[in-house]
Protein backbone atom coordinates (compact mmCIF):
# COMPACT_ATOMS: atom_id res chain seq x y z
CA UNK A 1 0.00 0.00 0.00
CA UNK A 2 1.37 3.50 -0.80
CA UNK A 3 1.16 6.10 1.75
CA UNK A 4 2.24 9.90 1.68
CA UNK A 5 2.31 12.12 4.50
CA UNK A 6 3.20 15.69 4.31
CA UNK A 7 5.13 17.65 6.74
CA UNK A 8 6.60 21.47 7.75
CA UNK A 9 5.36 24.68 9.20
CA UNK A 10 2.01 25.38 9.43
CA UNK A 11 3.03 29.41 9.98
CA UNK A 12 5.96 31.44 8.11
CA UNK A 13 6.64 35.10 7.83
CA UNK A 14 6.16 36.80 4.81
CA UNK A 15 9.94 36.96 2.73
CA UNK A 16 11.17 33.61 4.79
CA UNK A 17 11.67 30.13 2.87
CA UNK A 18 8.99 27.45 3.25
CA UNK A 19 10.24 23.83 3.80
CA UNK A 20 8.02 21.03 3.24
CA UNK A 21 8.79 17.55 3.47
CA UNK A 22 6.35 14.36 1.67
CA UNK A 23 7.41 11.29 3.28
CA UNK A 24 5.85 8.36 1.46
CA UNK A 25 6.06 4.16 1.82
CA UNK A 26 4.73 1.89 -0.41
CA UNK A 27 7.29 2.39 -3.16
CA UNK A 28 10.44 3.41 -3.82
CA UNK A 29 11.36 6.86 -5.88
CA UNK A 30 14.57 4.89 -7.46
CA UNK A 31 12.58 2.91 -9.37
CA UNK A 32 12.35 3.37 -13.21
CA UNK A 33 9.21 5.71 -14.20
CA UNK A 34 8.56 6.46 -10.36
CA UNK A 35 8.16 9.83 -9.56
CA UNK A 36 6.33 12.79 -6.96
CA UNK A 37 4.86 15.57 -7.36
CA UNK A 38 3.77 18.54 -5.35
CA UNK A 39 0.78 20.53 -5.70
CA UNK A 40 -0.85 23.79 -3.69
CA UNK A 41 -4.43 25.10 -3.10
CA UNK A 42 -5.40 28.54 -1.67
CA UNK A 43 -8.36 28.44 0.43
CA UNK A 44 -11.68 27.71 -2.03
CA UNK A 45 -9.73 28.12 -4.84
CA UNK A 46 -8.14 25.60 -7.43
CA UNK A 47 -5.84 23.18 -7.31
CA UNK A 48 -2.22 24.12 -8.77
CA UNK A 49 0.87 22.17 -10.39
CA UNK A 50 3.91 22.88 -8.62
CA UNK A 51 7.04 20.73 -8.90
CA UNK A 52 7.83 16.88 -10.19
CA UNK A 53 11.07 14.98 -9.11
CA UNK A 54 11.64 11.79 -11.05
CA UNK A 55 13.31 8.23 -9.79
CA UNK A 56 16.39 9.33 -11.82
CA UNK A 57 16.65 12.59 -10.35
CA UNK A 58 15.59 14.95 -12.87
CA UNK A 59 13.20 17.80 -11.59
CA UNK A 60 10.38 19.85 -13.12
CA UNK A 61 9.05 23.25 -12.17
CA UNK A 62 5.39 25.26 -12.39
CA UNK A 63 7.27 28.25 -15.35
CA UNK A 64 5.31 30.50 -13.17
CA UNK A 65 7.22 29.62 -9.73
CA UNK A 66 10.40 27.91 -11.36
CA UNK A 67 12.05 30.71 -9.74
CA UNK A 68 10.94 30.21 -6.18
CA UNK A 69 11.11 26.31 -6.07
CA UNK A 70 13.14 23.86 -5.16
CA UNK A 71 12.88 19.99 -5.09
CA UNK A 72 15.24 17.54 -4.08
CA UNK A 73 14.65 13.41 -3.07
CA UNK A 74 16.40 12.00 0.01
CA UNK A 75 15.99 8.19 -1.22
CA UNK A 76 17.03 6.44 1.89
CA UNK A 77 14.68 8.69 3.56
CA UNK A 78 11.85 7.87 1.51
CA UNK A 79 11.06 11.33 1.20
CA UNK A 80 10.63 14.37 -1.44
CA UNK A 81 11.11 17.84 -0.17
CA UNK A 82 10.16 21.11 -1.47
CA UNK A 83 11.16 24.55 -0.43
CA UNK A 84 9.34 27.83 -1.75
CA UNK A 85 12.03 30.95 -1.09
CA UNK A 86 10.35 34.50 -0.34
CA UNK A 87 6.81 33.42 0.86
CA UNK A 88 4.16 36.02 0.39
CA UNK A 89 0.68 35.70 1.85
CA UNK A 90 -0.74 34.71 -1.66
CA UNK A 91 1.26 31.44 -1.06
CA UNK A 92 -1.59 31.01 1.76
CA UNK A 93 -3.07 27.17 0.89
CA UNK A 94 -2.62 23.27 1.53
CA UNK A 95 -0.25 21.78 -0.03
CA UNK A 96 -0.02 18.24 -1.02
CA UNK A 97 2.21 15.95 -2.90
CA UNK A 98 1.33 12.52 -4.60
CA UNK A 99 3.04 9.57 -6.35
CA UNK A 100 2.54 9.50 -9.77
CA UNK A 101 2.39 6.02 -11.35
CA UNK A 102 4.27 5.87 -14.39
CA UNK A 103 5.78 8.34 -17.23
CA UNK A 104 2.96 6.73 -20.30
CA UNK A 105 0.39 8.47 -17.73
CA UNK A 106 1.44 11.67 -16.88
CA UNK A 107 -1.46 13.34 -14.89
CA UNK A 108 -1.92 10.41 -12.90
CA UNK A 109 -1.34 11.39 -9.68
CA UNK A 110 -2.39 8.51 -6.71
CA UNK A 111 -2.57 8.31 -4.07
CA UNK A 112 -1.92 11.78 -2.80
CA UNK A 113 -1.10 12.73 0.74
CA UNK A 114 -3.91 14.52 3.22
CA UNK A 115 -1.97 17.82 2.86
CA UNK A 116 -1.03 20.24 5.32
CA UNK A 117 -2.10 23.58 5.53
CA UNK A 118 0.26 26.34 5.42
CA UNK A 119 -0.36 30.28 6.52
CA UNK A 120 1.83 32.93 5.33
CA UNK A 121 1.21 35.96 7.95
CA UNK A 122 3.32 38.47 9.88
CA UNK B 1 0.23 31.53 -21.46
CA UNK B 2 -2.01 28.52 -21.96
CA UNK B 3 -4.89 28.64 -19.49
CA UNK B 4 -6.84 25.35 -18.80
CA UNK B 5 -10.81 26.03 -18.45
CA UNK B 6 -13.77 24.88 -16.74
CA UNK B 7 -17.60 25.30 -15.67
CA UNK B 8 -17.28 27.23 -12.53
CA UNK B 9 -20.27 25.53 -11.75
CA UNK B 10 -22.43 22.79 -13.01
CA UNK B 11 -25.68 21.34 -11.16
CA UNK B 12 -27.64 18.10 -11.63
CA UNK B 13 -31.13 16.63 -10.72
CA UNK B 14 -30.56 12.80 -8.85
CA UNK B 15 -30.65 10.40 -11.32
CA UNK B 16 -29.36 12.58 -14.56
CA UNK B 17 -26.73 12.85 -16.54
CA UNK B 18 -24.02 15.84 -16.32
CA UNK B 19 -21.03 16.37 -18.60
CA UNK B 20 -17.99 18.48 -17.38
CA UNK B 21 -15.98 20.23 -19.66
CA UNK B 22 -12.36 20.89 -19.93
CA UNK B 23 -10.44 22.94 -22.68
CA UNK B 24 -7.89 25.09 -23.28
CA UNK B 25 -7.90 29.21 -23.97
CA UNK B 26 -5.71 28.29 -27.05
CA UNK B 27 -5.48 25.10 -28.92
CA UNK B 28 -7.76 21.67 -28.67
CA UNK B 29 -7.45 19.13 -26.06
CA UNK B 30 -6.25 15.85 -27.30
CA UNK B 31 -5.23 12.03 -25.80
CA UNK B 32 -1.27 13.75 -25.94
CA UNK B 33 -2.56 15.51 -22.98
CA UNK B 34 -3.40 13.04 -20.54
CA UNK B 35 -6.49 14.19 -19.47
CA UNK B 36 -7.11 12.99 -15.73
CA UNK B 37 -10.32 14.29 -13.76
CA UNK B 38 -10.11 14.46 -9.98
CA UNK B 39 -12.51 14.59 -7.73
CA UNK B 40 -12.63 16.93 -4.08
CA UNK B 41 -14.83 16.91 -1.37
CA UNK B 42 -14.17 19.60 1.09
CA UNK B 43 -10.99 19.20 3.60
CA UNK B 44 -10.18 15.76 1.48
CA UNK B 45 -7.05 15.31 -0.80
CA UNK B 46 -8.74 14.77 -4.62
CA UNK B 47 -9.47 11.23 -6.07
CA UNK B 48 -8.45 10.30 -9.15
CA UNK B 49 -11.32 9.40 -11.25
CA UNK B 50 -9.97 9.54 -14.47
CA UNK B 51 -6.61 9.38 -16.34
CA UNK B 52 -5.34 9.19 -19.74
CA UNK B 53 -8.42 10.65 -21.15
CA UNK B 54 -10.95 7.53 -20.37
CA UNK B 55 -9.53 5.22 -18.25
CA UNK B 56 -11.09 4.82 -14.76
CA UNK B 57 -9.24 4.77 -11.72
CA UNK B 58 -9.80 1.65 -8.84
CA UNK B 59 -12.75 1.67 -7.57
CA UNK B 60 -14.30 4.14 -9.34
CA UNK B 61 -17.65 3.07 -10.49
CA UNK B 62 -18.55 3.12 -13.99
CA UNK B 63 -20.92 6.13 -13.74
CA UNK B 64 -17.47 8.29 -14.29
CA UNK B 65 -16.53 8.47 -18.11
CA UNK B 66 -14.20 10.62 -19.57
CA UNK B 67 -13.61 11.26 -23.44
CA UNK B 68 -12.41 13.54 -25.88
CA UNK B 69 -15.59 16.23 -27.30
CA UNK B 70 -14.10 17.66 -30.39
CA UNK B 71 -11.47 19.91 -28.95
CA UNK B 72 -12.14 19.62 -25.41
CA UNK B 73 -11.98 16.74 -22.57
CA UNK B 74 -15.03 16.05 -20.89
CA UNK B 75 -15.99 13.81 -17.45
CA UNK B 76 -19.51 12.64 -17.89
CA UNK B 77 -21.53 11.28 -14.75
CA UNK B 78 -24.46 9.67 -15.72
CA UNK B 79 -27.16 8.30 -12.79
CA UNK B 80 -25.50 11.47 -10.32
CA UNK B 81 -25.98 10.30 -7.25
CA UNK B 82 -26.29 13.00 -3.90
CA UNK B 83 -22.60 11.80 -3.19
CA UNK B 84 -21.43 12.83 -6.52
CA UNK B 85 -21.65 16.94 -5.25
CA UNK B 86 -17.97 17.72 -5.08
CA UNK B 87 -15.51 19.25 -6.52
CA UNK B 88 -14.08 18.16 -10.29
CA UNK B 89 -10.98 19.30 -11.27
CA UNK B 90 -9.25 18.56 -14.90
CA UNK B 91 -5.26 18.55 -15.42
CA UNK B 92 -3.55 18.48 -18.61
CA UNK B 93 -0.26 17.31 -19.76
CA UNK B 94 1.29 20.02 -21.28
CA UNK B 95 4.96 17.78 -22.11
CA UNK B 96 8.43 18.18 -20.02
CA UNK B 97 6.98 17.04 -17.23
CA UNK B 98 4.44 20.05 -17.02
CA UNK B 99 0.75 19.55 -15.71
CA UNK B 100 -1.58 22.44 -15.39
CA UNK B 101 -5.10 21.88 -13.65
CA UNK B 102 -8.37 23.53 -14.43
CA UNK B 103 -10.02 25.76 -12.42
CA UNK B 104 -12.31 23.63 -11.01
CA UNK B 105 -16.33 22.85 -11.43
CA UNK B 106 -18.59 22.89 -8.52
CA UNK B 107 -20.96 20.34 -8.64
CA UNK B 108 -24.20 20.46 -7.28
CA UNK B 109 -26.77 17.88 -7.32
CA UNK B 110 -30.57 18.82 -5.92
Known amino acids: QITLKESGPTLVKPTQTLTLTCTFSGFSLSSSGVSVGWFRQPPGKALEWLALIYWDGDKRYSPSLKTRLTITRDTSKSQVVLTMTNMDPVDTGTYFCAHRRKISAPNWYDPWGPGTLVTVSS | QTVVTQEPSFSVSPGGTVTLTCGLT?????????PSWYQQTPGQAPRTLIYSTNIRSSGVPDRFSGSILGNIAALTITGAQADDESDYYCVLYMGSGLSVFGGGTKLTVL
Open chain 2, 26 to 34: SGSVSTSHS
